[in-house]
């Protein structure tokens, strides 16, 4: 009788299933691998620049799901407007915050060079989500204030669209 084969499988090593958290970073990561793959001319991670991150966040905004109302929309600043207008679906601040803190944390995971030169923590891209931000807060009229350590929402500086 052939044991080898029923001990072979039971060698094996079962992991843990992954957090949320860490399903969504190796997801980030890979489709940000695909994009340097399908950029042209082709990009490797060493040769990733922050403008190359901006790109790449220009280009997710065709998959966005918030409607971000231009200036001249009569539902400018508005965060319930009472019906449809032409104004562009784009991903929202939010997502893209988080995004890059995943792509950041994946980028030191996989062998990134010194902290320093992470592409997804370069200066251009935390100007771009500070104005991304600010853009769609007053675009919305919603409120990106961070909440206190007990849980209550800051009002000062509560942008409402005016």
């Not at 969504?24 to 990561?29: G, I, V």
């Not at 042209?40 to 799901?65: I, M, N, W």
């Not at 319930?80 to 679906?89: E, K, Q, Y």
Request: one cysteine or more; a positive charge.
């Amino acid at each position: 009788m052939n044991t080898s084969s029923s001990s072979s499988s039971s060698a094996t090593p079962h992991l843990p299933p992954l957090s949320r958290y860490e399903s969504q970073k190796l997801r980030d990561w890979n489709t940000f691998g695909q994009y340097l793959r399908n950029h042209r001319p082709p990009l490797t991670l060493t040769r990733c620049s922050g403008a190359h991150v901006l790109e790449f966040l220009r280009y997710l905004d065709q998959f966005g799901k918030t409607k971000i109302h231009s200036i001249t929309c009569p539902f400018f600043g508005q965060p319930n407007p009472p019906g449809p207008c032409p104004c562009p679906l784009k991903q929202a601040w939010g997502s893209l915050d988080a995004l890059i803190g995943r792509l950041r944390a994946a980028y030191d995971e996989h062998g990134g060079a010194a902290p320093e030169t992470n592409p997804f923590a370069a200066r251009a891209v935390r100007l771009y989500l500070r104005q991304v931000r600010e853009i769609q807060s007053k675009a919305r009229g919603v409120c990106y204030d961070k909440k206190k350590k007990n849980g209550s929402k800051q009002q000062p500086g509560c942008v409402s669209g005016n």
